[in-house]
């Protein structure tokens, strides 16, 4: 006979505050990266006055700052000097997967502002960014332009997990156009990997300063141009191959249409549309789901089903070549003009 054991209350209650206490939790990952915490312990043990001291710190608060970290692994400790674990060597700026940016991104105080007007926006409908702010997360951006580097430098980390992109799909010989491609890593990847491969970065003006430096190798050579203007208003014409990476989940539908039909009047005939979003699945899971209530937080968008983005391709006049499972729960879906 199989029996269930159900967890105790205390246990059911200590699961419960746990996830209650997420957000300080969060908040101190954030802040440790923030005051550089973690590359201070890079290839070093050190105690808790040392590292304030490495940081230029208070002594007992950053002891206690530790505690925590020891708790969610994050380090180490022996006789009172702390290591980096693995989870927390990917909190060093400097490492080759670091989520260091991505970490100080979700510790900036207009995410958090966003995020506390949920219940309004869930009773109301509307955005919880809007109610906060008074306008979008991308007005925002443009209005308090010191926020832009911080913001595609935590949102390109994203874009750093698809590392395989270069394998998956044949960039010889195209023109790649990346609308919002953002600081330029996706296409820097592209365009490092297939040497016969030129690419156009597709950004708004004010946002392309990232993408100057980061794609100055191939700019230099001619392999490489920025374009800045509006998605909604038109895309660089002439690609072979036009990636939307996490842009239409920033977008409401008919928002998204607009975005992809100016993508397919530009597109030539043989040509491909990359799309890379997270795809909902079943069951549920925190990760996809806990995006799509972000986007709800922070834009008029969504993550959709593969139904969902099939949908919105058709009504632009495209449809679905293949699906490509990527890490952490993104897909490439390749999608070619009809
Ligand atoms: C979530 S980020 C994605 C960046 C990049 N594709 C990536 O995956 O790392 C969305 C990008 O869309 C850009 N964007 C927003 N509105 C835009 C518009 N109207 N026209 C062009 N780009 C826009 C933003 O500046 C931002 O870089």
Redesign the pocket.
């Known amino acids: 006979m199989t029996s269930h054991v159900q967890p105790s209350v205390k246990a059911l209650q200590g699961q419960l505050l746990t996830l209650l206490m997420g957000n300080w939790i969060a908040t101190s990952i954030s802040m440790a990266a923030e005051l550089e915490i973690p590359d201070a312990l890079d290839g070093a043990a050190l105690d808790s006055s040392q590292i304030a001291a490495r940081i230029g710190a208070e002594t007992e608060p950053v002891a206690r700052l530790m505690r925590l970290l020891h708790a969610l692994e994050i380090v180490d400790e022996q006789d009172g000097r702390y290591r980096l674990t693995p989870l927390g060597h990917l909190m060093v700026g400097d490492h080759p997967h670091s989520m260091k940016d991505l970490a100080i991104l979700y510790g900036e105080s207009y995410f958090h502002r966003a995020w506390s007007e949920l219940a309004g926006g869930v009773r109301t409908g509307e955005q919880p960014f809007v109610r906060s702010h008074g306008h979008s997360v ?1 007005e925002h ?1 443009t209005a308090n332009p010191q926020l832009l580097p911080t913001y ?1 430098a935590g ?2 980390v ?2 750093r997990f698809i590392d395989e992109m270069a394998d998956l799909y044949d960039f010889s010989q195209k023109r790649i156009v ?6 330029g ?2 296409l820097k990847a592209a365009l490092a990997a297939e040497n016969t491969a030129t690419g156009i970065l ?3 003006p004010e ?1 392309l300063s990232a993408a100057e430096r980061k794609l100055g190798e191939f700019t230099s050579t001619g392999r490489c141009s920025l374009v800045g ?4 208003t038109r895309v660089p014409a002439g690609g072979d191959v036009y ?5 239409l989940h ?1 977008w409401d539908d008919d928002e998204s249409i607009r975005i992809l039909r100016n993508c397919r009047s530009s597109i030539e005939d043989d040509g491909r549309l990359l799309i ?1 979003e997270r795809v909902i699945t079943e069951p549920p899971s925190v990760i996809t789901s806990g995006f799509d209530l972000h986007m709800f937080v922070m834009t008029s968008g969504r993550e959709r089903d593969l139904t969902g983005y099939g949908r919105l391709l058709d009504r632009a006049d495209f449809a679905i070549d293949r699906v490509v499972e990527l890490p952490l729960e993104m897909r490439l879906i390749v999608a070619r003009p009809r």
């Not at 990346?178 to 600081?183: A, F, L, R, S, T």
């Open positions: 991308f951006l595609s949102i390109s994203g874009s990346d609308i919002g491609g953002g600081d890593t996706l597709f950004e708004q946002n203007g509006d998605f909604f990636i939307l990476c996490r842009i920033n890379v």
